[in-house]
């Protein structure tokens, strides 16, 4: 058999071994896209909850999860025209949650920053994420990223996760002695902000995170003594936050006109600019978006952006806060992605 | 969306969609990210449905956004894809020629695309380019080398692509 022959016939035997279940998939299809995440920032606290959300309850953790887990709060609630799924009896005894979109929240400069790059199948939006997954590929570090993207992580490596369990929207974690050595005061509450921000998203129904350090529940994180006696939330580390945080396009993914650009922001007058810049780093596109709250407090933004390209090719996103005196574009997130035509 | 959207939708994802997963995991060579990359790429589609449905070919459409985002995810892959979730064909599927899928899963993801386009979903160079968003020319440049590799990983002797 000549090479082309057997090319061909290796692909479609290989190809034979893939049966794809076309109707589940259609509905985590379309579920997917009425997807869209949200942060509800309430009035000094966070508010976690599960709009937009798409959450199975049952199924098997991908992780190797090292501790049972509770049962999450039954109920969930679909926003956006999605479902609402409770788990049925035969789901209860081995809850795990999906989801299809988590940040992993990393550090860049001395902020907090999101990204989805370090996940497992960080492109891979709709695979089975656990809360022992997002901690894994926490602690996991940022090796995954390229220098450019500046990320780096306060969670010292060797870190592991000893177990996990969420019970009445709190979660444990029990993580290895590395997660409290090293580092001094900003570095400790650092690393304890990253867990609980990466823990805390509305798709997992979890408010608040406890700490416990090789088997034992702890009242304070290493020697400088972040108190972690009491659950933290998101709340006890707001100071930690860039002004602006692009959570969606994650950097290096493609963008196509239409989609949307999600992030929180803490900025004057609540109003977000954004641009859009092509291979030569001209401007093809700006706008700007209104956060849910803004001059000292945080709001989520969510807005579709537009542009036209007559063919695909690297590019950045653009998202900043104008000066109030002088117009000028400050704290500005750049997202390298590639522009993607259609 | 409307209903007849809806319909018209599910009906194009039910015609399409197997073929996208097998090029994809072919592409991939890891059954869940194939999954995974075939939803986004229909997700995607369904949500700019009302625009990609009234191209002549939405079909070329949903593959171009599969067959990217999979190049994208197979350069990643080797950082993030533990060697565990590789699906490996089991003794009780069908037969499949292992030497054949190694040497291609050793090629570039570029080229492994080229390669399943040309040779699985059998489209000529200019389709194969444009779904690759490439020049004919790159994408002959991606089969040739590709061919070339793997004819030397296979022993066999290689012709020119038309």
């Not at chain 1, 304070?220 to 998101?234: F, H, K, L, N, Y």
Request: negative net charge.
């Amino acid at each position: 058999m000549s090479l082309d022959g057997r090319i061909r016939q290796g692909l479609v035997q290989a190809a034979d071994s893939v049966e794809p279940n076309v109707e589940g998939d259609l509905m985590k299809v379309t579920q997917r896209a009425r997807t869209r995440r949200r942060i509800q920032w309430a009035a000094g606290a966070v508010a976690v909850a599960a709009i937009g959300a798409f959450l199975f309850l049952g199924g098997t953790d991908l992780f190797d999860a090292t501790g049972d887990t509770n049962p999450i709060p039954p109920a969930s609630t679909g926003g956006d025209g999605g479902p609402t799924i409770s788990p049925t009896p035969e789901d209860s005894p081995s809850e795990a949650v999906s989801l299809t979109l988590a940040d992993l929240w990393f550090t860049r400069g001395e902020v907090l920053f999101p990204d989805t790059s370090g996940l497992p199948s960080a492109e891979l939006e709709g695979t089975k994420l656990t809360g022992e997954m997002l901690l894994g590929a926490l602690v996991a570090g940022t090796d995954h990223a390229p220098p450019e993207a500046g990320l780096s992580t306060s969670i010292p490596e060797g870190t592991k996760v000893l177990g996990f369990d969420i019970a009445n929207r709190i979660a444990t974690v029990d993580l290895s002695s590395e997660f409290v050595s090293g580092g001094g005061s900003l570095s400790m509450r650092m690393r304890v902000a990253q867990v609980v921000f990466t823990l805390t998203q509305e798709e997992e129904e979890v408010e608040g995170v406890l700490f416990e350090i090789d088997g034992e529940p702890v009242d304070a994180i290493g020697g400088e003594g972040v108190d972690v006696s009491d659950p933290q939330t998101r709340a006890d580390y707001e100071d930690l936050l860039p002004p602006i945080a692009v959570t969606s396009p994650n950097w290096g993914t493609y963008f196509v006109s239409g989609e949307t650009i999600e992030g929180i922001a803490n900025v004057f007058e609540a109003t977000v600019s954004w641009r859009i810049l092509d291979e030569s780093g001209e401007e093809i596109a700006n706008g700007f978006a209104t956060a849910t709250c803004g001059t000292g407090c945080w709001g989520d933004f969510t807005t579709e952006v537009e542009f036209s390209i007559d063919h695909s090719q690297e590019g950045t996103v653009e998202v900043f806060e104008s000066s109030a005196e002088n117009g000028e574009p400050m704290n500005v997130v750049s997202v390298p992605v590639t522009l993607f035509t259609d | 969306m409307d209903k007849q959207s809806d319909a018209t939708f599910a009906m194009f994802f039910r015609t399409e969609y197997p073929g996208v997963v097998r090029t994809a995991y072919l592409v991939l060579h890891d059954q869940e990210a194939a999954n995974d990359v075939a939803q986004d790429a229909f997700a995607k589609t369904l949500s700019h449905w009302g625009r990609v449905s009234r191209y002549d070919r939405p079909d070329a459409w949903v593959r171009k956004v599969a067959i990217n985002r999979a190049i994208s995810v197979a350069r990643r892959q080797k950082l993030h894809i533990a060697a565990s979730s590789h699906t490996e064909p089991t003794t009780e599927q069908k037969p499949v020629d292992l030497d054949l899928m190694r040497a291609i899963r050793a090629l570039p993801p570029a080229q492994r695309a080229a390669v399943v386009l040309f040779y699985f979903e059998d489209r000529p160079v200019a389709q194969v380019a444009e779904i690759m968003d490439c020049s004919p020319s790159t994408a002959k440049v991606h089969l040739h080398r590709a061919r070339k590799r793997l004819s030397e990983q296979l022993g066999e002797a290689v012709a020119d692509v038309s």
